[in-house]
Structure formats: C-alpha cells, structure tokens
C-alpha cells in the first residue's frame, strides 16, 4: 500500500491536504450558503405575498422543470467539455439570477403593483437552469481533484459536511439577515458569496477530460447514463430510495407555514427550522468521516430512510417549536447517512468517462426531487390540508423501504 492510500484510509484530514481539493471545498461553501440563503428568502417572501401553500410549491417545480429538461444534456455535455468552464458559467448565471432578485427588491411595492411574482419565479427558472448542468460538472469535477479512488470516501465525506454546515448556517442567516434587515441586505449576502464562490473556483485549475474508448453518437451517448443506472441493481435502488422518501417525505416547503400558522414564530424561526435538519445531518457526516460506514452499509440505509419518514410523521404532528426543531435535526442525521453511501457508491462503481452522465441520471431522480417534493407538499396541503400532507408523506416513505428492502437484495446485503 502506498503512502497516499495509507493516509487517505486512515487520515480523516487527508483530503484536506490537497490544495485545490480546499479551494473547492471553499467555494462550495459560499455558493451553498448563498443557495441557502436565497432558498429562505424567496420562501418566505412569496408566502408573505400570496398565503397561499400552492405558490411555495411552485417555487420548486419552478426550478425543477427546467433541470430535469436539461439533465441528459448537461450529463454529456460534462464528459465532453471542460467541467472547469461548465462550473465557472453555471455559477456566472447563478450570480446574475441572484443581482435579478436583489434589484427587483429594492422597490418591491412598486414591482410587485406592476409585475407581480412572475420575475421570481423566471429567475428560478434561469437558476434551475444553472443548477442542471452544474450537477453532472461538478459530480464528475471534484474527482479529478483526487490522486486516486482510495480518497473517495473520505472525498464524499468532507464535501457532504461542507455541504451540510453550509445548509446549517444558509437558512439561520437568511431568516436572521431578512428578519432584522430586511429583504435588501438579504440578497446582498446572497449576490456577495456567490461571487467568492466564482472567484475560489476560477482558481481552480482545469483537468483534462478522462481518457474515453467511446466514440458514441449524442443520442446514444444521452441514453448511455440511463441505462449504465438502470442495469445497476445497487444504484438504481439507491437512487430510487433517496427519491421516493425526499419527494414524499420532505416538508421544507411548507415550512414557511408551520413557522407562522402552527409554530407561531417569525422569519428568524423559519431559519431555525431549515437550519434543523442541516445540524443533524452534518454532525453525522463530521462523525461519518471519522469513522466510516463499512459493515451493513445497505441495511443501514433502509432504516435510516424509515427513521426519516418517522420523524415526518411527528414533526407534522407536533405543535412544539423546539420537538419541532429536534425532529428535523433527527431527520438530517438519518438523511446524511443515506446520503454518503448513495454519493460514494455513485463514484466508486461509475466510470471515470461516464460520471458526467450517470451523475445526471442522479439529478433527475434525486437532486430535482426536493423541488418536484416541495410541489406535491404545496399541491397535497392544498387538498388535504398541511399536518394530513407531511403525515401522508411520511407514511408514503415508510411503505417505499419496505418495498425497496423486499425487491432490492442486492443493497441489503450491501457492504462498503
């Protein structure tokens, strides 16, 4: 074994000793906190406007539709081009949709009497864009950062913490900033880290793409990422599990509701709730990268999805800030563990040439499913009313673990 594969098994700061592998960690960080923060702000801002639980879902299949549009595409398009130049003008877009909303902000009154909500909701269109070819780019990138497969694990660890604490403090600056500074500052904050993420990750140098014996036409080359997925039993039920228990089990969108109708608190106690699940789940991450998930890996997973769709099942029941608050840090614990060992088996079993591809076959099950799950939030709540819609989802996750752990036994007996 050699002195990288030693460090990078035994090392739980391994990674962080590769410079540009830190440079990437960094500017994930600032646009995360910069997603997070605008995610709060735009929630609350159109149920403030609208009090109506329909237009909160709109917001994520507004952003979903045209990512999932794109998916494919941007899958081969990132094993194809430069992910660098993919990376720098998706967060170059983002950038510009986060200037949109601050400049629409800054006489809100007079926009709102002659455009209504319709230049939000467009520039979550545009961001949902971005959002779609980032994915693939930035899943098949960090890699390339990498000296081999051995730091994978530890990789997928850091970047999910990151990720993670950055979702900690996203929401509970953007409910603080928007609560006792208002919507401006808010999306200051917003449009400032997104250009030090643009900054930290030009920076990073660019990677050649991976040697490809492929020479595919584009429609085979879209269609390769399907069924790489689809003739992958430990993936695709992977995939299918996060889908299923985030796109019925999820309740971020309705959220804004329970701070203000259930939970009787403001926007500072909106960012505590979406900061909720974030704390769980990246001290479970800061734990799983101490001490990685080896033994029973697949087990696991299935009864941390069930204990995810338990706590939506009592955090729709509860009428108490703080129970409230703990279950959705619960939540997060049980989320980050299925999280990880999706992400490190999507990276260990998928082809260098393919990741591009295969991660967009990801974004379009998993990564566009808490939008397409904040839409049937809105759209349930708006039927059956919104403690029956986080119950009903709750309950829908239970039923899909134990459909996946009857069907898949390949992910059951799954070990890493």
Same mark, same amino acid.
């Given at each position: ?306 204990? *995810? =769709?338990? %706590? !939506?099942? @009592? ?6 800030? +703080?129970?409230?608050?703990? /279950?959705?840090? &619960? ?60 119950? *009903? =989802?709750? %309950? !829908?996750? @239970? ?6 752990? +009857?069907?898949?036994?390949? /992910?059951?007996? &799954?070990?890493?």
């Amino acid at each position: 074994m050699s002195i990288e594969e030693y460090n990078s098994k035994q090392d739980p700061y391994a990674v962080l000793r590769l410079p540009e592998f830190r440079l990437y960690i960094v500017a994930r960080l600032c646009l995360t906190l910069a997603l997070q923060i605008q995610a709060v702000i735009v929630g609350w801002q159109i149920y403030d406007l609208t009090q109506d639980p329909l237009a909160l879902g709109l917001i994520g299949l507004t952003e979903a539709i045209p990512s999932i549009v794109v998916a494919l595409y941007a899958g081969h398009v990132a094993d194809s081009t430069s992910r660098k130049k993919i990376i720098i003008s998706c967060v170059g877009l983002l950038l510009v949709c986060s200037a949109g909303l601050l400049f629409y902000s800054l006489n809100l009154k007079n926009s709102m009497a002659q455009l209504g909500t319709l230049p939000i909701y467009s520039v979550i269109f545009l961001s949902g864009i971005a959002r779609g070819f980032m994915g693939p780019a930035t899943f098949s990138f960090m890699p390339q950062l990498l000296p081999d497969k051995t730091w994978y694990i530890n990789a997928v660890s850091w970047s999910s913490t990151t990720w993670q604490g950055a979702s900690v403090a996203g929401p509970a600056i953007g409910g603080l900033l928007y609560g006792f500074f208002g919507v401006q500052t808010a999306y200051t904050a917003d449009v400032g880290l997104t250009i030090l993420a643009f900054i930290f990750y030009n920076l990073i140098s660019a990677k050649p793409l991976p040697e490809n014996t492929e020479r595919l036409p584009i429609k085979e080359s879209l269609l390769s990422g399907l069924r790489f997925v689809f003739n992958n039993q430990i993936i695709l039920s992977a995939i299918s599990l996060d889908l299923f228990a985030v796109l019925f089990g999820g309740a971020v969108a309705l959220l804004p509701i329970f701070a203000s109708e259930i939970l009787h608190t403001g926007p500072q106690g909106l960012g505590f709730l979406r900061a909720a699940p974030a704390v769980g789940s990246v001290a479970m991450a800061a734990y799983l990268t101490h001490y990685p998930m080896k033994v029973d890996a697949g087990k696991k997973m299935l009864f941390c999805v069930a204990g *995810f =769709g338990i %706590c !939506m099942i @009592l955090f729709g029941l509860s009428t108490s800030f +703080y129970f409230s608050v703990l /279950l959705l840090g &619960l939540s997060g614990m049980f989320d980050s563990i299925s999280v990880i060992i999706r992400s490190t088996l999507m990276q260990t079993l998928t082809p260098e040439h393919m990741k591009g591809r295969v991660s967009s076959v990801n974004n379009i099950f998993v990564g566009s499913s808490n939008e397409i799950g904040s839409f049937e939030s809105g759209f349930v709540a708006k039927l059956l009313g919104v403690v029956p819609s986080v119950v *009903f =989802g709750g %309950c !829908m996750t @239970l039923l899909v673990v134990g459909i996946t752990a +009857y069907k898949a036994d390949k /992910l059951r007996k &799954l070990h890493l």
